[in-house]
């Protein structure tokens, strides 16, 4: 009987209509499916070239005149020395009798020094000094002798065709002697403001 009951109720329940609504419900689409795009790569190929044709430029032979009378000048002797302390000589001759010889040595000089501010300071320096000589011939035939020293000094050539400057001798004109009488000054006698001189 229980059951009837219940079953008779259900039976009602579902015959009444009922005021509940269902929701919204949002449809469902499927996924849309894409196919990646086939791309070939472009098929470039290098751009043919040919290589350019230079020429070498045609330059003539440089003539050397065969009359040249130092053509058979040749070096006949040459030395050369270098040392660690720093001291040098070397020289050479040449078959048409020039001849050169040169050394150098090292030589502690008197140096100047300046700071930012301009101020001088006198410190002692290592320095080249050298010494040396010449020969040679000119083309008219005269013979010609250089020496030179150069140091702290400065560049001292000595040589009898080098140029010398003229030594002018002045004369100071001598005045004639006269005999003057000196004036002799006068002389003041001061008053003592009574009319009286002062002795």
Not at 16 to 37: D, R, T
Not at 167 to 190: K, R, T
């Amino acid at each position: 009987m229980k059951l009837f009951v219940i079953a008779a109720v259900l039976a009602v329940a579902a015959a009444i209509p009922s005021s509940y609504k269902p929701g919204y419900k949002a449809p469902s689409y499927p996924a849309p499916k894409y196919a990646a795009p086939s791309y070939s790569a472009p098929a470039y190929s290098a751009p043919a070239y040919s290589a350019p044709a230079y020429s070498a430029p045609a330059y003539s032979a440089p003539s050397y005149n065969k009359d040249n009378k130092y053509a058979d000048i040749t070096v006949t002797s040459q030395s050369d020395e270098r040392n660690i302390d720093g001291s040098s000589q070397w020289s050479y001759a040449q078959s048409d009798y020039t001849t050169r010889e040169e050394s150098q040595v090292q030589k502690k000089m008197q140096g100047v020094a300046y700071d930012s501010y301009g101020k001088a300071t006198y410190e002692d320096v290592m320095g080249n000094t050298n010494k040396g000589s010449s020969y040679w011939v000119s083309p008219e035939g005269e013979k010609f002798t250089l020496t030179w020293t150069a140091d702290d000094a400065g560049f001292q050539p000595k040589g009898d065709h080098l140029p010398v400057a003229p030594v002018h001798e002045y004369e100071l004109p001598v005045a004639p002697v006269h005999e003057y009488e000196l004036p002799v000054a006068p002389v003041h006698i001061p008053f003592n403001g009574k009319g009286y001189k002062i002795y």
